[in-house]
């Protein structure tokens, strides 16, 4: 059983920065694809960003596309995602997930959360 816990978010001004980190334990992490999601008030969760199990690959939404950075370290266990240039509506829920599958790389369907680290950006 995978289990992740996210940390690193806060509140931060318009046009700051937050760095999201995800520590992993009880899996094999270089195996898992690693994603990012985010969830705001009253509305649905949507996919951030993705990054294979090497992290040679990577995906963005077209909202963060340019702004946000997602990497991997697997001797730390840890999937980051750095996030530059933000604005208010970049206010949600962050959260974890991964999957070992390729397919929840593609389709953006993973089976393991985290419980999430809030940001929230002020104007």
């Known amino acids: 059983q995978v289990q992740l816990v996210e940390s690193g978010g806060g509140l931060v001004q318009a046009g700051g920065s937050l760095r999201l980190s995800c520590a992993t334990s009880g899996g094999t992490f270089s195996s898992y694809y690693m994603g990012w999601f985010r969830q705001a008030p009253g509305k649905e969760r949507e996919f951030v960003a993705a990054?294979?199990?090497?992290?040679?690959?990577?995906s963005y939404a077209d909202s963060v596309k340019g702004r946000f950075t997602i990497s991997r370290d697997n001797a730390k266990n840890t999937v980051y995602l750095q996030m530059n240039t933000l604005k208010p509506e970049d206010t949600a829920l962050y959260y974890c997930?991964?999957?070992?599958?390729?397919?929840?790389?593609?389709?953006?369907?993973?089976?393991?959360w985290g419980q999430g680290t809030q940001v929230t950006v002020s104007s």
């Open positions: 997930a991964a999957d070992s599958s390729f397919s929840s790389y593609v389709r953006h369907n993973f089976n393991y």
């Open positions: 990054i294979s199990a090497g992290g040679v690959m990577t």
